[in-house]
């Protein structure tokens, strides 16, 4: 069984460019969410979806952004990127009911 | 809120010790409780989880740790290190709740020399 798969790994953008990341959950998985990480700030909690809809959301300025597909694949979106939003950003999928998240390798964000 | 506290942003073993990677956790009510380790430039992989149950569980790779309500613990253990357990190790609290929000600790990286 497949897990969670994120595209691009590596990813260098310039400031004020956008960028669009693209995660696939494990297949029956229908919840999804995502997470930066960063050395200064750790492990931080962007969005959930489930369903197509966003069910829970961090304390992330409106810059960040993100959808879910009916196949439960999920995107999330930065526009005008900023040095600071240089970060790995890890997508996760659950199967509801079930407690654990399983995630997947990441996408390393650079922003020059 | 819920938060989660790791004791020690790095830990250092030697090969063959005991290691203790220790979480706080400041819930409300009992959460669902996890431990992640992460190798460099990789995502996450689950170690082990508490949801209910039996309060010490086992996890992967001799992996296990401790459910403690009086507390609000759950130390990760193993009783002896291999130079593959190097690695930054994460513990997570998520809400027993319809969300599967997961909220992390700072990590402990785990240092093992030989």
């Known amino acids: 069984k497949a897990g969670v798969t994120q595209t691009p790994r590596y990813l260098i953008k310039t400031r004020g460019q956008q960028v669009t990341l693209s995660c696939s959950p494990i297949?029956?998985?229908?919840?999804v969410s995502w997470y930066q990480q960063t050395p200064g700030q750790g492990l931080q909690f962007l969005f959930e979806y489930f369903s197509e809809t966003q069910r829970n959301k961090g304390n992330f300025p409106g810059r960040f952004s993100g959808r879910q597909f009916s196949n439960s694949r999920s995107e999330m979106n930065v526009s005008t990127l900023e040095l600071g939003d240089s970060a790995l950003y890890l997508c996760?999928?659950?199967?509801?009911?079930?407690?654990?998240?399983?995630f997947g390798q990441g996408t390393r964000l650079t922003v020059v | 809120a819920q938060s989660v506290t790791q004791l020690g942003s790095h830990v250092s073993v030697s090969e063959g010790a005991l290691v203790l990677l220790r979480c706080n956790y400041s819930?409300?009510?009992?959460?669902?409780l996890f431990w992640y380790v992460q190798y460099p430039n990789q995502g996450l992989q689950l170690l082990l989880k508490?949801?209910?149950?039996?309060?010490l569980v086992k996890g992967i790779n001799g992996f296990e740790a401790e459910f403690k309500k009086s507390e609000t613990s759950f130390h990760l253990t193993k009783p002896s290190a291999h130079m593959s357990d190097a690695a930054e190790y994460f513990c997570a609290v998520r809400m027993n709740s319809g969300y599967s929000t997961l909220t992390f600790g700072k990590g402990t990286m785990l240092l093992v020399s030989p």
């Open positions: 508490y949801t209910t149950g039996a309060t």
């Open positions: 297949s029956g998985h229908r919840s």
């Open positions: 996760a999928s659950s199967l509801e009911g079930r407690a654990e998240a399983f």
């Open positions: 819930s409300s009510v009992p959460p669902y």
